[in-house]
């Protein structure tokens, strides 16, 4: 079967089902297709904190009726070390901008939502999905649909699919440069039928290693702990994951950690990496095909939203006036925002977390850089406005 579209989108995370709204909103025809079933896409437990602009970005394309009822805004976050807290304002030092609290598959359930009543195409288990034509002016996907092949015509192609998927794979090697950075050291992430332990986040240094203390609605708690790498879930039975997490979010302050069931349990390694350009011909990369970031600063939903917002504009001002200039200089504007959360993501992993190896220098160090994070009011600034985001324009 064969057809044609404007943009063809591939992938149903944030990325793709963000550009297919604002697409959607613009009046530019687009189509969705997505590997995975519907269930796992909405399902799938992943990032939960939302910058201020996202949150913005959201409500403005009318998919923001359930986060602004469920959201847990955050006006602040928490700083441990040395077993006291430090609260950083951002009221403050933000002039009231904030986090949301409200998961990946939450945000990815309203915009399938919000695709679905456009009735505009979005289809799942789409497989064998591969590209032609994408140095040319026509590229064109062909994939299969409930046992049937079809061909889809495109103007553009959105390689929305994931830092496993087959947009990048797509581009000649020897027209990509790629960054990457593995670090030595993985989360182990519980989530808890427990009421969270405390009102905001909590960002803890301990000589145990890093933790991390989440939530995801006012009755589950998403709490992490630092592990090495190749540890094996299966070492790590619910007793031994909550005496780390007590042990490391222990403080002088009167302060107790609420255990519960624990519903889920898994490791992520820590990884960086950044594929320039961001795109080649008619194929444009954006969200984790392009870029990924170490969880600490809670990025990657974020930026793979900002990139779709990029990308919606450069195509809303080709399909109105013609103009390409938006569109042929996407990569640089994303880039520049890319590396500049890089920058602060690596930042935060190298502050809090315990490296192998690390002489007592090493440790003073950090220390002091996070001394330096709780009582200078220029320090906590910067780190606050690149927490709760930087502009989308």
Not at 152 to 165: K, P, R, S, V
Request: hydrophobic share 40%.
């Amino acid at each position: 079967m064969k057809a044609r579209t404007q943009v063809g989108i591939v992938g149903a995370g944030p990325a793709g089902l963000v550009l297919a709204q604002l697409l959607h909103l613009a009046g530019i025809d687009s189509v969705v297709l997505e590997n995975r079933t519907r269930d796992y896409c909405e399902e799938r437990v992943r990032a939960g904190v939302l910058e201020q602009g996202t949150v913005d970005m959201l409500i403005e394309m009318d998919v923001g009726e359930r986060l602004k009822k469920e959201g847990l805004t955050h006006h602040g976050v928490n700083v441990r070390f040395g077993g006291r807290t430090h609260r950083l304002d951002f009221d403050d030092l933000t002039r009231g901008r904030a986090i949301t609290i409200y998961s990946q598959h939450e945000v990815t359930k309203d915009l399938i939502n919000a695709r679905l009543a456009s009735n505009r195409p979005l289809y799942f288990e789409t497989d064998n999905i591969a590209f032609s034509g994408v140095d040319g002016a026509r590229p064109v996907i062909r994939y299969m649909h409930r046992g049937e092949s079809h061909e889809l015509t495109c103007d553009y192609i959105a390689g929305c699919d994931g830092f496993h998927g087959v947009s990048r794979p797509a581009i000649p090697v020897s027209a990509l440069n790629i960054f990457e950075k593995d670090y030595p050291f993985a989360w182990l992430g519980i989530l808890a039928e427990a009421p969270p332990s405390s009102d905001e986040l909590i960002y803890a240094y301990h000589e145990r290693g890093f933790a991390l203390l989440s939530m995801r609605t006012p009755e589950i708690s998403r709490l992490y702990v630092q592990c090495p790498p190749d540890d094996d879930i299966i070492d790590w039975p619910d007793e031994r994951v909550w005496k780390e997490l007590q042990l490391r979010l222990s403080t002088q302050e009167k302060w107790h950690l609420t255990e519960g069931r624990v519903l889920q349990k898994g490791i992520t390694r820590m990884h960086s990496f950044v594929v320039e350009p961001m795109q080649y011909g008619s194929l444009f990369l954006a969200g984790d095909a392009a870029h990924i970031v170490p969880p600490t600063g809670a990025k990657g939903l974020n930026l793979a939203v900002a990139d779709a917002r990029i990308l919606a504009r450069a195509f809303t001002e080709f399909y109105a006036s013609g103009r390409r200039d938006l569109l042929s200089g996407y990569s640089a504007k994303c880039l520049s925002r890319v590396w500049k959360v890089q920058r602060f993501s690596w930042w935060m992993t190298m502050m809090f977390h315990r490296w192998q190896g690390d002489s007592t220098f090493d440790q003073r160090r950090q220390l002091a850089e996070l001394e330096n994070l709780a009582t200078c009011r220029s320090a906590a600034q910067s780190f606050a406005e690149y927490y709760v985001g930087l502009p989308l324009d």
